[in-house]
């Protein structure tokens, strides 16, 4: 690949080319924060030479937003994906954006950049029309050249028509090719992080090499809740080249090399005041209904529950648990931050630039245009990069050594201490099913730990009272954004209930959902389903290990069936096969969309089967990878993904949608191998044999 | 001060002043400047730090500078030929068996190690074989794949 663009010249050729500026750069546009800037100039620059650089404020976590951003831009103006230069995550280059999360990618940004490219399209061809004394419509235009049609001699470059400098003309709001003409989106395209990631050469911020660079290692209090009291340094300050930075109850121990910082950190003796909260990973959930109860709030009612309750055939009652859970991102929080002349650069594995850009200003009490952030190629995030406290963390040292480089990188016991998990919750539901199998006519849901986000389904219901008790501080331990945070607790709930009730009332799962599926976009999915998977109508138990559950993720839906094998003697459970027909509307980079649904099916056989954060009062008991469970190639179905037709509908994002059923399909079909419920997440081998327990003899 | 360790690294002779004892990772990443290979877990739990030591595959963040002594070292930059990707490397391209990436080089060794020992090997071995290296994205399925399209280049896989 030949590369002569004007973010040459950083770093080693073709694969530093993004998130690597022309030194001094400045953006072209200057943007506001909040709202993504009108001028199409602030996100596509045109080099001298006719190469295309786009400027996107979001980051690549290994979702694959470079590659998915680089086909719209080419799309409307007629490149190859290669052809385009991405620079993304910078604050001082990039136009504002929101958070690389939530899926809002593809939701907001992805039209919002598609338009800019649209104009550009129009301007060029208008300066072209211009330059070649032909009208647009006779011209012809492909890989940065445009020409007369008639005349293909008659012809000009993007490079000659804007010679380097910002195009001055604009046409406003210009329409996207019409679907029928494009041939880059639905394609498949190589990814564009994919020779840097093979060879080693992609540089997350743990990988930046500067002169001078000191490592810092941050004492932690031995649990949440107690903070350093008072610390001997005297060994550690022996270690030739060591220094120390204290700052109230702040102590970092800081080092030209990465592990001497870390043996030096181990011989500070700190002492720890303050109280750890009384609770553990066993009684969290009882912990959180007795905080959350006197807070009863109803985020929605609909209908008579009691007349629901009376004409009620049969009732289930089911208490549904998830535990707290790492975000675990194989890359520990790493962040490199330079304080000089008065500005504060932080390098970092961040999946939200623009809001860590605020975040370091504000614990530093500097303004926000004194921060510079520079995203790296990120080693994951799931929604733990949205916050960077490690990034503030280096740049409160670094502000203390102007000029010195300070690097945070946070081991494995860090990052699992210090991570803000997926709330562990309780859902509580109460609901009945009619006579005639084919009406839910109450359904009585209280949560604890979470909101009621994503609770509802496009499922019939005759009376409906949704309860989300609001208790600021109800956590004894931080929480955070967990991939389709709230949708998946509330799945799994809702998904498992209803499997429960079919059971009770001997209907089969997948004919229950046909009944009360009350949208016709969702019951095609369903069919395509179980379509694709094969389900031979039966109510549950049947023996087979096969289980159904549908999803949700803002107007994106998923439909999941999974089959596992049960060890009753040792309560393990195996996934044989997992099937998501996904409906996310337009999907324009298949393949990519298809590794976020590969990727998110197997992460959460982790969180439905391994992964729990175990503590105990403010002690994380979870250190590393012996004790923390991340699924192993052992733990692998057969995974088959499907994607009905839908380009009429805008693209709704799909790193979140196809996490969201994963573990109450997995729930369900535990229950049609073996006639046991299982209602804590993650069903460990322990659970299942207590669940299984609790089957009664035939 | 202990005495200089040498090795062969990527196919060239190196001398290190390091102590002898400190961890190869660190050796490669901050005395080196070889960044390919990643720190996860400094437990020998993740995998993300594999290199290959006389063609083994071993934890980096594991291994001392004193085990490899007199050694040949291999990381994932010392894999690709006169600007050809290894074929592993390229079946990991060309099935995006990767995501963010962070586990991509200890994927990519682990799997040479074991491929240059048993290019016909099942899936259930490739498995096994593979094990050892965690992946948070899910990049497993396209993993396997990739590794399993090596081997039936190199006239092997059941």
Request: proline content about 6%; some cysteine; glycine content about 10%.
């Amino acid at each position: 690949m030949k590369r002569r663009s004007f973010l040459q010249g950083v770093g080693a050729g073709a694969l530093t080319l993004f998130f690597t500026g022309p030194a001094g750069a400045a953006p072209i546009v200057p943007t506001r924060p909040g709202a993504y800037p009108e001028d199409f100039n602030a996100f596509l620059k045109i080099s001298a030479d006719g190469r295309v650089g786009c400027f996107v404020g979001k980051t690549e976590i290994g979702q694959g937003a470079m590659t998915v951003l680089a086909m719209l831009v080419a799309e409307e103006l007629e490149l190859d994906p290669a052809q385009v230069d991405m620079l993304m995550g910078d604050t001082d280059l990039c136009p504002w954006d929101l958070p690389t999360g939530g899926s809002l990618t593809m939701w907001q940004t992805a039209p919002v950049l598609r338009g800019a490219a649209a104009e550009a399209r129009a301007v060029l061809l208008g300066m072209a029309s211009k330059a070649l004394g032909a009208p647009v419509a006779s011209l012809a235009l492909k890989d940065g050249a445009i020409w007369v049609k008639s005349a293909p001699k008659r012809r000009t470059t993007f490079g000659e028509l804007v010679k380097g400098q910002k195009m001055e003309r604009h046409l406003g709001k210009v329409k996207p090719k019409p679907l029928a003409e494009c041939t880059v989106i639905g394609r498949r395209v190589p990814r564009k992080d994919a020779l840097p990631k093979v060879t080693g050469a992609a540089k997350y911020a743990g990988d930046l090499r500067f002169p001078g660079t000191l490592h810092a290692c941050v004492l932690r209090p031995p649990a949440h809740g107690l903070v350093l009291a008072t610390a001997d340094t005297a060994a550690a300050e022996r270690v030739p080249g060591v220094r120390i930075v204290r700052d109230g109850a702040f102590l970092a121990v800081l080092h030209p090399q990465p592990d001497t910082a870390r043996k030096a950190l181990a011989l500070v003796k700190g002492t720890f005041e303050g109280t750890e909260p009384d609770v553990d990973d066993g009684r969290i959930y009882q912990y959180l209904l007795d905080k959350a109860a006197p807070g009863q709030r109803v985020v929605s009612s609909r209908g008579d529950l009691a007349a629901g309750e009376k004409r009620a055939a049969t009732v289930v009652e089911g208490e549904y648990r998830n535990a707290y859970e790492s975000h675990a991102t194989l890359e520990p929080h790493t962040s490199v931050a330079k304080w000089e002349e008065g500005r504060m650069t932080v390098w970092s594995c961040t999946q939200s630039p623009f809001v860590l850009r605020d975040e370091v200003a504000t614990a530093l009490k500097l303004g926000q245009d004194k921060v510079r952030i520079i995203a790296q190629f990120v080693g994951g995030g799931f929604g733990g990069k949205l916050v960077g406290p490690g990034a503030v963390e280096a740049a409160r040292i670094a502000q203390k050594i102007p000029g010195v480089p300070i690097q945070v990188a946070w081991n494995r016991e860090e990052d699992l201490f210090l991570d803000g998990y997926r709330p562990a919750a309780v859902v509580k539901i109460r609901s009945g099913l009619d006579a005639a199998r084919g009406g839910i006519t109450f359904w009585d849901s209280i949560v604890a730990g979470v909101s009621q986000g994503e609770a509802e389904f496009p499922y019939e219901m005759q009376a409906t009272r949704y309860q989300a008790p609001a208790v600021p501080g109800l956590h004894p331990l931080k929480i955070g954004a967990w991939r389709a945070p709230n949708a998946h607790t509330n799945a799994f709930a809702r998904e498992s209930q209803l499997d429960a009730l079919a059971a009770k009332a001997g209907v089969d799962p997948v004919t229950l959902r046909r009944r009360l599926i009350n949208d016709a976009r969702v019951l095609r999915l369903l069919d395509l389903a179980v379509e694709t998977f094969g389900w031979d109508p039966a109510p549950g138990p049947t023996g087979r290990g096969i289980g159904l559950a549908c999803g949700a993720w803002r107007q994106g839906f998923v439909v999941a069936l999974a089959e596992v094998r049960v060890d009753k003697s040792t309560g393990k459970v195996r996934a044989q096969r997992f099937l998501e027909a996904v409906d996310v509307g337009l999907v324009v980079n298949p393949d990519g969309a298809r590794q976020q649904v590969e990727g998110a099916i197997t992460m959460c056989i982790g969180q439905a089967l391994s992964e729990e954060i175990r503590f105990k009062g403010g002690r994380i008991l979870d250190k590393n990878f012996d004790t923390y469970l991340l699924p192993r190639f052992s733990a692998i179905p057969r995974i088959q993904v499907v994607f009905p037709d839908n380009p009429g509908m805008p693209t709704q994002g799909i790193g979140e949608p196809p996490v969201v059923p994963v573990a109450a399909a997995l729930a369900n079909a535990v229950f049609d191998a073996t006639g046991a419920r299982v209602t804590q997440v993650p069903f460990t081998p322990e659970r299942v044999l207590e669940a299984l327990k609790r089957v009664p003899a035939k | 001060m202990d005495a200089p360790v040498s090795f062969v690294l990527n196919g060239k002779s190196v001398t290190v002043q390091s102590p002898r004892d400190r961890m190869l990772v660190w050796v490669l990443r901050d005395e080196l400047g070889l960044t390919g290979t990643k720190v996860g877990c400094e437990a020998g739990l993740c995998g993300a730090c594999t290199v290959l030591v006389n063609f083994e595959a071993l934890p980096s963040c594991s291994t001392t500078l004193g085990d490899v002594a007199g050694k040949s070292v291999l990381t994932i930059e010392g894999l690709a030929r006169g600007g050809k990707l290894d074929p592993v490397q390229k079946a990991f391209q060309d099935h995006h068996a990767f995501q963010c990436g962070y586990c991509t080089s200890g994927m990519i060794l682990t799997a040479w190690a074991f491929l240059k020992k048993k290019p016909k090997a099942s899936r259930a071995e490739i498995v096994e074989a593979m094990e050892g290296n965690l992946c948070r994205c899910g990049a497993h399925v396209r993993i396997l794949e990739a590794v399993e399209s090596v081997g039936k280049a190199m006239g092997g896989a059941r």
